[in-house]
């Protein structure tokens, strides 16, 4: 009696629960870049409150005038969610988002549920970068232009990192393929939203300088 065997090599049980996920360059380029933009305002961040903090008369080097003024935003409860300064939060995140763009250039395979672990991290700071940017317009009454570079990194960031992680299911129905279609062009509406919010929130300043 002949036994029927498969021409296909059976893949390993790792591969099969957690299979890698193949990323295009110019997205593994994107993550690295967004996570060093984002490393760096974090740290410069950082660099500043700390001054703050050991001489009370510094002058925070991003205060440019009484509306961009990062000394009046780092001085607010807000700055501070959790106790520490909030660029600390940005230093850990991003230093996870460089060493991931690192390894996506360096065409170093990463399974799907760590892209998947990733986009769910990036879409927790989206939501807290929103949180943010209300307290920004319309609590503080102050824009820190490190924060708003983090802001501006961010958003962009999920988008590619979300279409890494679920590039199969983007494809898989109508709607999926609708978003993926028109991700940047939201993401491009999502900026001229802020811009709009930030000008009319401040127009009784911008006015004076016209």
Known sequence: MSVAVSAQPARPAGDLASPSVSVPLPSAWWVLIAGVIGFVASVTLT??????????????????????????????????????????????????????????????????????????????GVVFVHWLIFQSLYRIGALCPYCMVVWAVTVPLLVVVASIAFRAAETASAAGRTLYRWRWS???LW???????????????WSTLV
């Open 47 to 124: 660099i500043e409150k700390v001054k703050i903090l050991t001489n009370p008369s510094y002058v925070p080097s991003c205060n440019f005038n009484p509306v961009v003024s990062c000394g009046s935003v780092m001085a607010t409860a807000q700055a501070s969610v959790l106790g520490f300064p909030n660029p600390l939060i940005g230093i850990a995140a991003f230093t996870v988002v460089v060493v991931t763009g690192v390894l996506a250039v360096t065409k170093i395979p990463l399974p799907q549920w760590y892209w998947i672990g990733l986009a769910a991290g990036t879409l927790a």
């Open 186 to 188: 939201i993401t491009v």
């Open 191 to 205: 900026f001229t939203a802020v811009i709009l919010l930030i000008l009319v929130r401040f127009w009784d300043y």
